[in-house]
């Protein structure tokens, strides 16, 4: 039985509507715990006040540089003590996930234990750094948390200008996009790179981050500084089956409207059957929607967006020769804004061993080549906008290409010096690939 706990009216307003309110898990969990009562004092002066009252400091487990977030309490009375003692220190403990969230329930409830036993109890799987995020637990007893989370085989993520955690998405395991094995790359980069992660020697956060289709479930373009992306890069794949089946269910209609219309470069049209059999050849993909009309899919026009794929779910399937794109410098607000990731490989399959020991050495040079040249607090996408992604590229080794051109360049005095020489390189290239 906890303490008594305090009035939180602010608290209990956010419980009357329609959704599932944190409030009345933060409730069950005060039922027996001093932690959580206090927790909740504090919550609600922050909401009557408007202030948080939450700063920072040192608290660190042995042999890591990071993962652990300190806050301790500002809320103090007039001869400086906590006004909610048994929340004056409330750490978070950020572990690493398995790659693509997938845990059985045996390893679920023994988190859940091991957190009751040191912690607070409150648990929010995943925060938007893609950890766990083991919220609420006293400096004295974090070795000991962090100790039983490592003897059960969890390690702790990232914080400060350090390796982060990274995600991969559910991938192959659950999803018919996949086009690699997410989660063999997510392993094999972050293993690669632990010591990144342990004790942290960059001049700032930097992120991986693993998606297997462009849908990118884990938003990697975004929120990540390397992000691995599935694509595909021969003709779309058709199921008969399911193509019909979403046209007998949804018409022609919706099949206008969601699909055809929706696609960004108009790679789709709808055709007779005699006119698709005319069109059919190595460009085009044909999918049956009845027995008279066909869905006719441009591969040399379709830049890979999923649209259609996720609406005449199963129908349209990646194509057979899968990989992945490579993009650097995604990130959230900082020096420059938020941006998304820039392309620097187009296209790499990701199969064989050999494949992932060129992803290993492309992200290792990746992160070498940040630690060497990024400023303090500067993310990779910083460092790449400070210097022109030319130089970011040769200093990779990487060729230029043109699919890593976003728009059309607005300065017309550009010296095109060696243009010639770099697309006759590219066309060659390409015809290596084919
Ligand atoms: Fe168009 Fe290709 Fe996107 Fe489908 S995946 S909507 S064909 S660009």
Redesign the pocket.
Same mark, same amino acid.
């Given at each position: 039985m906890a303490k008594k706990t305090h009035d939180t009216p602010m608290l209990d307003e956010l419980e009357g509507g329609p959704w599932p309110s944190f409030v009345t898990g933060l409730k069950r969990l005060a039922k027996d715990n001093d932690m959580m009562v206090d927790l909740m004092g504090q919550l609600e002066t922050s909401y009557r006040t408007r202030k948080g009252y939450w700063k920072g400091g040192t608290v660190g487990v042995f042999g890591y540089g990071g993962g652990v977030i300190p806050r301790f309490t500002e809320l103090k009375d007039e001869n400086g003590k906590p006004v909610y003692p048994d929340a004056a220190e409330f750490h978070t403990l950020r572990v690493q996930p398995p790659a693509g969230m997938h845990y059985d329930t045996k390893t679920l409830r023994k988190l859940c234990d091991i957190w009751e036993k040191h912690g607070s109890g409150l648990i929010a799987f995943h925060g938007q750094s893609g950890d766990i995020m083991f919220q609420g637990i006293r400096t004295d007893k974090v070795q000991d948390a962090f100790d039983e989370l490592n003897e059960n085989g969890f390690d702790l993520g990232g914080a400060g200008p350090a390796l982060r955690t990274s995600m991969s998405c559910v991938g192959a395991a659950r999803c018919e996009l996949s086009c690699y094995d997410e989660a063999r790359a997510l392993r094999e980069v972050i293993n690669n790179n632990l010591d990144e992660m342990h004790r942290p020697a960059l001049p700032y956060k930097f992120k991986f981050k693993f998606s297997g289709c462009p849908n990118d479930c884990v938003n990697s373009i975004q929120r990540s500084d390397f992000a691995t992306i599935g694509t595909w890069r021969d003709n779309?794949q058709v199921n008969h089956q399911y193509s019909r089946a979403y046209f007998s269910a949804h018409g022609m209609t919706d099949l206008v409207n969601d699909v055809v219309a /929706? @696609?960004?470069?108009k790679? !789709?049209q709808v055709m007779k059957r005699g006119e698709a059999d005319a069109k059919a050849g190595p460009q085009h993909s044909v999918a049956e929607l009845d027995d008279e009309l066909r869905l006719v !899919?441009d591969n040399k026009? @379709?830049? /890979?967006?999923?649209? @259609? $794929?996720n609406v005449v779910r199963g129908g $349209?399937l990646p194509g057979k020769q899968r990989g992945v794109t490579i993009l650097v410098g995604g990130k959230g607000v900082l020096k420059i804004g938020s941006s998304m990731g820039t392309v620097i490989v187009p296209f790499m399959k990701l199969e064989t061993d050999e494949d992932y020991e060129k992803l290993k050495e492309l992200a290792r040079s990746v992160l070498d080549f940040f630690a060497e040249n990024a400023l303090e607090h500067e993310r990779v996408g910083e460092t790449v906008d400070r210097i022109g992604l030319v130089n970011f590229l040769e200093a990779l080794g990487l060729d230029v290409d043109p699919n890593m051109i976003s728009e059309p360049r607005g300065n017309p005095y550009v010296r095109t010096d060696g243009w010639d020489a770099e697309v006759a390189k590219w066309q060659s290239r390409k015809k290596d690939a084919a």
């Open positions: 779309m /929706r @696609c960004p470069t790679a !789709i !899919i026009d @379709c830049v /890979r967006c999923t649209h @259609c $794929l $349209l």
